[in-house]
C-alpha cells in the first residue's frame, strides 16, 4: 500500500527555518508530481507548492515565493519543503501529496492546485510559528 509520511515540522519563531520531508512507501512516486498543502484552524486546505517529475519545475502560491523551496530526491522517493524566513501566518498542518503528472505543466497547475483532486496524502506534521 502505498503511503506518504511527512516528518519535520514544530514550534519555531518568526524568522526561522525549517525543512520539511515527506517520504514515500509501498509506491515509486517517479512518475508524480509533488507537493504541499497547509490547512490552518477553520480554513480550507490550500496549495503551498509544487514540483513536476524531473524537479526541473516548481511553481509556489504567492505568499511564499521567495522563502519557501521544493526540492525532490527520486532516488530516495523523498520530496523536501525548506521553509525560510517563517511567519505566523504560516502557521498550519502541512500536507504532502502525489498526483500523476500529464496534460502539460499549465493544464497540469489548474488540477492539482485544488485539494479535491488529490487522490495521494500524507498524514500531515503540524508546523507552528510563533510571533
Known amino acids: 500500500q502505498a503511503q506518504l509520511v511527512e516528518s519535520g515540522g514544530g514550534l519555531v519563531q518568526a524568522g526561522d527555518s525549517l525543512r520539511l520531508s515527506c517520504a514515500a512507501s509501498?509506491?515509486?512516486?517517479?512518475?508524480?508530481?509533488r507537493g504541499w498543502f497547509r490547512q490552518a484552524p477553520g480554513k480550507e486546505r490550500e496549495f503551498v507548492a509544487v514540483i513536476d517529475v524531473s524537479g526541473e519545475s516548481t511553481h509556489y502560491r504567492d505568499s511564499v515565493k521567495g522563502r519557501f523551496t521544493i526540492s525532490r530526491d527520486n532516488a530516495e522517493n523523498t520530496v523536501y519543503l525548506q521553509m525560510n524566513n517563517l511567519k505566523p501566518e504560516d502557521t498550519a498542518v502541512y500536507y504532502c501529496a502525489a498526483s500523476m503528472y500529464g496534460n502539460g505543466w499549465s493544464k497540469f497547475l489548474q488540477i492539482f492546485k485544488d485539494a479535491r483532486t488529490i487522490r495521494n496524502w500524507g498524514q500531515g506534521t503540524q508546523v507552528t510559528v510563533s510571533a
Open positions: 509501498g509506491r515509486t512516486f517517479s512518475r508524480y508530481a
